[in-house]
């Protein structure tokens, strides 16, 4: 987990632009706390793309902030909130 490659990747891919703030928090909440995300925010996280939703969540865990929660937990959410919104994105809802 080198910060440097999650911060090039992050930089080239524009990642930090590619979702509004409100987003970001729903999405963030997610995966480090508990509570969910809207069908909005998955849009957005899935036009994101994976490489990038990867990066900042694997950037997210360098932070100091973070030293006591555990990775695997932490990439084990992050996998399942993708998942959960791709299933949301890709399968068609008469009520979306």
Request: glycine share 4%; charged share 20%; proline share 5%.
């Amino acid at each position: 987990m080198a910060t440097k490659e999650n911060d090039q990747i992050i930089k080239e891919n524009n990642c930090e632009t590619k979702m509004g703030f409100p987003c970001v928090l729903e999405a963030f909440t997610s995966i480090f706390e508990t509570g969910s995300i809207s069908n909005k925010c998955c849009g957005e996280l899935v036009v994101l793309g994976k490489f990038c939703h990867s990066a900042l969540v694997k950037r997210t865990l360098e932070n100091p902030l973070f030293k006591y929660v555990s990775p695997a937990t932490i990439i084990a959410q992050s996998i399942q909130t993708w998942n959960n919104c791709l299933a949301l994105i890709d399968s068609p809802s008469p009520s979306a």
